[in-house]
């Protein structure tokens, strides 16, 4: 099993930043995929942003585009999500998880199950 554990929210106001990172521990197999998520008390779960290591390859939601970047450390095995010009519209419990859907594909674990706490990220006007 996989157990994801994120880390780096926090409170910042409008316009500022924050990293989130994301430790995936356990059986992650031969995944290659990383994905982070949001989910707020308004909105279902969303897809925000994620990366296909082997390949370089980064995808983003039209939402995140040009503020939030999605990198892979290889040797700690971390993912993180930088995030810049926050809005109060992110404001969000962010999730990651080894695999994500865009456009109509799946890449990596796209069933996966045992979400972590995820990591609370409030930016106040």
């Known amino acids: 099993q996989v157990h994801m554990v994120e880390s780096g929210g926090g409170l910042v106001q409008a316009g500022g930043s924050l990293r989130l990172s994301c430790a995936a521990s356990?059986?992650?197999?031969?995944?290659?995929?990383m994905g982070w998520f949001r989910q707020s008390p308004k909105k279902d779960r969303e897809f925000v942003a994620g990366?296909?290591?082997?390949?370089?390859?980064?995808y983003y939601a039209d939402f995140v585009k040009g503020r939030f970047w999605i990198s892979r450390d290889n040797a700690k095995n971390t993912v993180y999500l930088q995030m810049n010009n926050l809005e109060p519209e992110d404001t969000a419990r962010y999730y990651c998880?080894?695999?994500?859907?865009?456009?109509?594909?799946?890449?990596?674990?796209?069933?996966?199950?045992?979400w972590g706490q995820g990591t609370q990220v409030t930016v106040s006007s």
């Open positions: 998880a080894p695999g994500f859907r865009y456009s109509g594909r799946n890449y990596g674990d796209t069933d996966f199950g045992s």
């Open positions: 990366i296909r290591w082997n390949i370089l390859t980064t």
């Open positions: 356990g059986r992650t197999g031969s995944s290659d995929a």
